[in-house]
């Protein structure tokens, strides 16, 4: 069994150690590549996010309230709640007919530290439209109302829009109903457990479908990655460096997943302690790594350093350490 680990150093010492489990697969799911455990059986939190969103195109319901590529964009974000997303989502909630009290996302400090601390200093209050998941809880109630289906309790398990998200989930990974376990993710709505290998078998999947309504996530997450994620964050960074041959999405708990259409491969990984600041390193080693193997070029993201070995820093801002990647997959 392979090793990848991502090592937190501070003043010369590794402080801690964080193991990662991968699986890169293509599109009929055979491991291409390893570390770890790739059958690691997890949340697939906000990296499921393309693929919830996926009935909102299917059903037309993003059609009929206009959303073009932004929405769509922001329907699969986990955006850092700057202006532009606030804006949007605002936009998409008129377009169906709902109001912001209809979100069922609860409000949370943004994942920006600088709209963080930004909205500190104004003393904004923050509201459900600020939450990171409010594009994909928008395009959620779009679907309810599409159908004519209450919007109260959209986001629970058994509600028609929570079935419909399933389906794609069951669709897109090619796991049985009875592989996939259902929980609740932070932001209230459904969130599903299986296994890593199953999570880069959906990612492989999308990156080179020729459906519709997949074609129209990925392009839109392509052309506006600034949505999927904002301002210096990992998977806004990487999609804009790469030029289109990643699709990247973060998720909760040391979660992260990528496309790689041109090679027709999909990527997962769980952090396993969940150390959220570790899976952006892991994801530029592993794409460095599958990269150099099958000789795809990916841009600009070898230059990401603030990503692929953040920086430590105390509270006055003096560096004094880094998180860096050890250890290589196995190629199979």
């Known amino acids: 069994m392979s090793t990848l680990t991502i090592e937190t150093t501070r003043s010369g010492l590794v402080e801690s150690v964080h193991a990662v489990s991968v699986a890169v697969v293509d599109s009929e799911g055979a491991l291409v590549a390893s570390a770890g455990d790739p059958q690691r059986f997890t949340f697939w939190r906000s990296a499921a996010k393309p693929f919830q969103a996926m009935s909102l195109v299917r059903d037309g319901a993003a059609e009929r309230y206009g959303f073009g590529s932004r929405e769509l964009a922001l329907a699969c974000g986990s955006h850092s709640s700057e202006p532009m997303h606030r804006a949007l989502a605002a936009s998409m909630l008129r377009a169906c007919g709902c109001e912001e009290h209809q979100l069922a996302c609860g409000p949370h400090p943004p ?138 999405k973060v998720g909760a708990e040391g979660i992260y997943c990528a496309a790689l259409p041109g090679l027709g491969l999909g990527v997962a990984l769980k952090v396993e302690d969940g150390d959220m600041r570790c899976s952006p390193p892991a994801l530029l080693s592993v794409l460095r790594q599958v990269g150099e193997r099958r000789g795809l070029g990916l841009g600009g993201v070898a230059d990401l350093r603030q990503h692929s070995e953040p920086v430590l820093r105390t509270t006055r801002g003096e560096p004094v350490g880094a998180l860096r990647a050890t250890g290589a997959l196995r190629f199979h």
């Open 111 to 248: 994942l920006s530290q600088a709209v963080a601390d930004e909205a500190l200093r104004a003393g904004v209050v923050i509201t459900p439209r600020w939450s990171n998941c409010s594009g994909k809880h928008a395009g959620m109630l779009a679907l309810a109302r599409h159908h004519g289906w209450n919007t109260a309790g959209y986001e629970r398990a058994g509600h028609p829009v929570q079935e419909r998200a399933l389906d794609e989930v069951l669709r897109w990974t090619g796991e049985p109903r009875d592989a996939v376990r259902l929980g609740v993710d932070g932001c209230t709505a459904v969130c599903f457990a299986l296994s890593v290998r199953a999570m880069a078998t959906a990612y492989a999947r999308f990156g080179t479908s020729t459906e519709a309504a997949a074609r129209t996530l990925r392009e839109a997450m392509l052309a506006h990655p600034e949505l999927v994620a904002g301002t210096g964050r990992p998977c806004t960074d990487v999609m804009s460096a790469a030029r289109g041959a990643v699709v990247a």
